[in-house]
């Protein structure tokens, strides 16, 4: 794909960031870097309001989400929405990262008159037009927010939206772990690692060289949601492992990975503000944070398992090739089915629902976290 950004880190969003290492003693830890390189107003990735949501790289689009690869996405999780919805006796649903705004067109016109109101919660201002377009539909219905509010109720939804939340990154020598940032270079931006009291929330082992994540910053926003959802249910789709698996030893390059015209990189830092950067969840860190603050644990299953106890296969019976080919890519073990994983949340709902989410009937993994 052409593209008229810069090939190299420069112009606006490139001053920004070294004049952020510069005032940080020239050193920039990556969780900031990442911040800025994403979502600085006007410049980051998320901010700069070009296409990232699409199916083929001539649109322009750098990736594909399930709510666009298939609607079938969205009509099987408003299953679980509407079971929710009933049993935390709610009419409102929230979305966090709502891209373009598919999933909530599919939620809204499945769950009907079931939603009163859908709240969307999003960084990027940039998309809030976008997600207008697709939701002109349902305009009485939606209502845009900057931040999460003091207090909530309701059904909460989140695609994709826990991997694009800054994480530090942490280098193992062999003798000691340090946290790895970004300087800045006459020929550009580059790696260093310095001293830190940080480690991973695992014990290990782990071998030289290991390069791995940890995630404060999703795990401090799945606790703060919890402690402001008073009543009411969650549900994170996301791709990403277990605490085992996240840090095993044959991970030892770790997860971070960027996304343009349909490819991947391993390098953020080319490109800045050109790409996507994301790292896989770490659904055990997630949990733990959740349960702290107050939330149940409902499940955790694969993407595939929840979406065929929420009735994917029945929705997909005397569907046309294209929709069934499309609709196996969400189930397929090599291709979203088994990397993607659901993982779902509940506070002062009804025990009826909190004992038997439709989306975990079957193949709930729990207790791999």
């Known amino acids: 794909m052409q593209s008229n950004e810069p090939t190299s880190v420069s112009g606006a969003l490139g001053s920004l960031i070294r004049r952020a290492i510069e005032h940080n003693a020239g050193w ?7 911040a800025m390189a994403l979502y600085a107003p006007g410049l980051g990735y998320y901010a700069r309001g070009s296409q990232q949501f699409g199916a083929l790289p001539a649109s322009g689009s750098d990736f594909i989400t399930a709510p666009e690869l298939s609607p079938l996405f969205g009509r099987a999780l408003a299953r679980q929405v509407e079971q929710a919805l009933a049993g935390c006796g709610s009419d409102t649903l929230w979305e966090f990262g709502a891209g373009s705004g598919a999933l909530a067109l599919e939620l809204l016109d499945a769950l009907g008159e079931r939603v009163r109101q859908y709240a969307i919660v ?3 201002g940039t998309l809030r037009q976008r997600q207008r377009e697709t939701l002109r539909a349902h305009a009485d219905k939606v209502r845009w927010l900057d931040a999460l509010p003091e207090t909530m109720h309701g059904v909460v939804v989140g695609n994709e939206v826990l991997d694009a939340m800054p994480v530090q990154l942490l280098h193992f020598d062999g003798a000691q772990w340090r946290e790895r940032g970004v300087v800045a270079t006459p020929d550009g931006l580059a790696w260093e690692d310095r001293p830190t009291d940080l480690r991973p929330p695992h014990d290990g082992p782990f071998v030289p060289g290991t390069v791995t994540e940890i995630h404060r910053q999703s795990e401090a926003f799945v606790a703060t949601l919890a402690e402001r959802l008073e009543r009411g249910a969650a549900f994170f789709i996301d791709y990403g492992f277990p605490a085992a698996e996240y840090y095993h030893p044959q991970r030892h390059g770790g997860t971070l990975m960027c996304h343009r015209a349909h490819l991947s990189d391993s390098d953020p830092l080319a490109d800045v503000g050109a790409k996507d950067i994301t790292a896989h969840v770490n659904f055990t860190g997630i949990a733990v944070a959740a349960q702290d603050a107050g939330f149940e644990v409902l499940g955790y299953a694969t993407q595939a398992r929840f979406l065929m106890n929420c009735g994917v296969l029945q929705l997909l019976q005397g569907a046309d090739i294209r929709t069934v080919a499309n609709a ?39 207790h791999t976290l």
């Open 28 to 34: 920039l830890p990556f969780d900031r870097f990442m």
């Open 328 to 366: 196996q890519k969400l189930l397929n073990e090599h291709e979203m089915g088994e990397l993607f994983k659901v993982i779902g949340f509940a506070r002062s709902c009804d025990p009826a629902f909190t004992s038997a989410p439709l989306g975990f009937a079957s193949g709930d993994r729990t």
């Open 122 to 124: 999003d960084l990027s």
